[in-house]
């Protein structure tokens, strides 16, 4: 204030501006991360959706290279269609063997038959070498009915293994198949959501996601923010925490918009302490603000600055606090005026809640006082 000027001291009410620093974020966020397939330990990126631009729900926004896996389906359809020729050979290779050993029943029953006859002779009628050989032929035949039947019978009940074992190799080869069309199709991601693509940080180069690189399975390619759900993240540290509440109303500015303010309000405060980042020892919380508007302005990442006004005291007696002097000992003075011709005095004062640009005095003053500026104070210590 100019040197002749003064102040009238007045009730007024104490206000502080908090300031936050953050950033817009999107509530509705969707992360999009390089694929976890079983033929390689990184896929190499062929197409890139423009960063920046905005997309629908179910638009192609990223492919990886899929020439390995296209050349391995091309094998897998090979072992598929070799197992179930396979299955189709040993099914005629069993029936074959199976009419073999059902020629052979019949010829085993044929020659029993025969045997029988002859050996029904009555022994009396012919030779007793001839009736001898006539049982043993038919003890012969018995014996070879019971082969060609138990043959029979074994290969009834080996077929459904047989049959098993070439099953196994064809239902193999089709998960092998199904396996690496789910990867193809792993390569190729539409959007998941509206929004905008964001992409994500290459952290070897230092520098973007671009095409051609070779990301890791899980790791971040981009993501689709969706702009209609933006809100602003930012950092309170403990020393103002107890001047915020949820619902308070807050006014922000954009870095990259000078000259616009938009509104807001507080909608969460951490209860524990983090710190800011890596390289800092600050403990601060963190304070979720949403918008009372959305504006296609926004975009994610956009540093804002929230200023949040905290009416501390109310009806109290008021003075700048650019009049406001202290001394080496912590003790506070203001300068009052005594008249025009007159010296200033020097007056000691208590304060109570300081605000942003006026300070509260409860001792000292009375309502109506005039104050001058420190500098009018001859030899006073500010």
């Known amino acids: 204030m100019a040197d002749n000027e003064t102040f009238l001291v007045q009730r007024g009410d104490i206000v502080r501006t908090i300031i936050i620093s953050g950033e817009l974020q999107a509530e509705q966020s969707r992360e999009i991360n390089c694929p976890r397939i079983r033929s390689g330990f990184s896929s190499t990126i062929t197409f890139m959706a423009d960063e920046g631009i905005n997309v629908r729900q179910g638009d192609r926004v990223l492919e990886f290279d899929s020439s390995d896996l296209v050349s391995s389906k091309g094998e897998a359809e090979r072992k598929l269609d070799e197992a179930k020729l396979q299955i189709a050979k040993t099914s005629a290779d069993l029936?074959?063997?199976?009419?073999?050993?059902?020629?052979?029943?019949?010829?085993?029953?044929?020659?029993?038959?025969?045997?029988?006859?002859?050996?029904?002779?009555?022994?009396?009628?012919?030779?007793?070498?001839?009736?001898?050989?006539?049982?043993?032929?038919?003890?012969?035949?018995?014996?070879?009915?019971?082969?060609?039947?138990?043959?029979?019978?074994?290969?009834?009940?080996?077929?459904?293994?047989?049959?098993?074992?070439?099953?196994?190799?064809?239902?193999?080869?089709?998960?092998e198949l199904r396996?690496?069309?789910?990867?193809?199709?792993?390569?190729?991601?539409?959007?998941?959501?509206?929004?905008?693509?964001?992409?994500?940080?290459?952290?070897?180069?230092?520098?973007?996601i671009q095409v051609g690189d070779a990301i890791f399975p899980g790791m971040t390619v981009m993501s689709l923010p969706d702009l209609t759900s933006m809100r602003i993240t930012g950092y309170v540290y403990d020393t103002e925490l107890r001047y915020l509440r949820p619902g308070a109303a807050a006014n922000f500015g954009l870095v990259a918009i000078p000259g616009k303010t938009?509104?807001?309000?507080?909608?969460?405060?951490?209860?524990?302490?983090?710190?800011?980042?890596?390289?800092?020892?600050?403990?601060?919380?963190?304070?979720?603000?949403d918008l009372d508007q959305q504006d296609t302005a926004y975009r994610p990442g956009m540093t804002a600055r929230v200023e949040i006004p905290v009416n501390?005291?109310?009806?109290?007696?008021?003075?700048?606090?650019?009049?406001?002097?202290?001394?080496?000992?912590?003790?506070?003075?203001?300068?009052v005026s005594q008249g025009k011709g007159n010296e200033?005095?020097?007056?000691?004062?208590?304060?109570?809640?300081?605000?942003?640009?006026?300070?509260?005095?409860?001792?000292?003053?009375?309502?109506?006082?005039?104050?001058?500026?420190?500098?009018?104070?001859?030899?006073?210590?500010?």
């Open 262 to 289: 938009w509104t807001g309000r507080i909608t969460s405060l951490t209860s524990v302490a983090g710190r800011k980042g890596f390289a800092s020892d600050h403990k601060v919380f963190s304070a979720t603000i």
């Open 95 to 175: 029936a074959a063997t199976r009419c073999d050993l059902e020629n052979a029943l019949a010829q085993a029953e044929g020659q029993l038959k025969i045997a029988r006859l002859y050996g029904g002779i009555p022994k009396e009628l012919i030779p007793d070498n001839d009736y001898e050989r006539y049982q043993m032929e038919l003890e012969r035949a018995q014996l070879a009915l019971e082969k060609a039947t138990e043959q029979l019978q074994n290969h009834d009940a080996s077929v459904p293994a047989q049959l098993g074992l070439v099953e196994v190799q064809r239902a193999q080869a089709e998960l």
């Open 312 to 335: 501390l005291a109310s009806d109290v007696l008021t003075i700048p606090r650019t009049l406001l002097g202290s001394d080496s000992d912590g003790s506070y003075f203001v300068v």
């Open 344 to 382: 200033p005095l020097r007056q000691t004062v208590e304060i109570g809640a300081h605000g942003s640009e006026v300070v509260e005095v409860t001792t000292g003053l009375e309502g109506g006082d005039e104050l001058v500026g420190l500098n009018r104070l001859g030899g006073g210590q500010k």
């Open 179 to 208: 396996r690496i069309e789910t990867d193809l199709g792993m390569l190729e991601i539409n959007a998941p959501q509206n929004g905008i693509v964001i992409y994500g940080d290459n952290w070897r180069e230092n520098r973007k």
